[in-house]
């Protein structure tokens, strides 16, 4: 709904190999929702992360960049992005590699694709208890009119 807050989790599945980092934009409509934070493990990701740029005029987070000197495999969390809704509407969330830092294994690029989101705004429905208010009001109204006749 708007004005809600929710976080989504860029999640990397299934490496084989040790992964050393990387990096990811966020394409997304400024319109429907904006980027409040994104936060960053840096106990698991250990050596030079940055948060990225948040540009919510633009619509982008540039550069959300992590890496470790420990080993990483398998499935892991990239960022956490936190949003808020603005309006009511849908919109994709697109991700895309930050080229200043690639994807790697030993030094090796890997080969990397994303799934893309999609977020639909609700705008926030009347509630029931005004409906049964409004409702009330006017069979009041009737009956008062009714005995005044």
């Known amino acids: 709904n708007i004005n809600d807050i929710f976080t989504l989790d860029i999640i990397g599945q299934d490496f084989t190999s040790n992964v050393d980092g990387g ?10 929702i904006n980027v409040l934070s994104v936060s960053i493990d840096n106990d698991f990701w250990d050596f030079m992360n940055m948060e990225g740029t ?4 633009l619509g982008t ?19 956490s992005i936190e949003f808020q ?5 849908t919109t994709n969330i697109l991700l895309n590699d930050f080229s200043f830092n690639p994807w790697s294994s030993g030094g090796e ?9 999609q977020v639909t705004v609700s705008n926030v429905p009347i509630p029931a208890a005004a409906w049964l208010f409004g409702s ?14």
Do not use: C, E, H, W
Request: aromatic letters at 6%.
């Open 85 to 89: 809704a603005i309006t009511g509407g």
């Open 61 to 79: 987070v540039n550069g959300i960049m992590v890496n470790a000197l420990s080993s990483t495999t398998d499935n892991f969390t990239v960022a």
């Open 136 to 149: 009330a009001l006017i069979g009041l109204t009737q009956v008062r009119y009714r005995s005044r006749k």
């Open 23 to 32: 990096g990811v934009n966020i394409i997304f409509d400024p319109a429907i």
């Open 54 to 57: 948040i540009n919510n005029t």
């Open 109 to 117: 690029t890997i080969s990397t694709s994303y799934v893309t989101g």
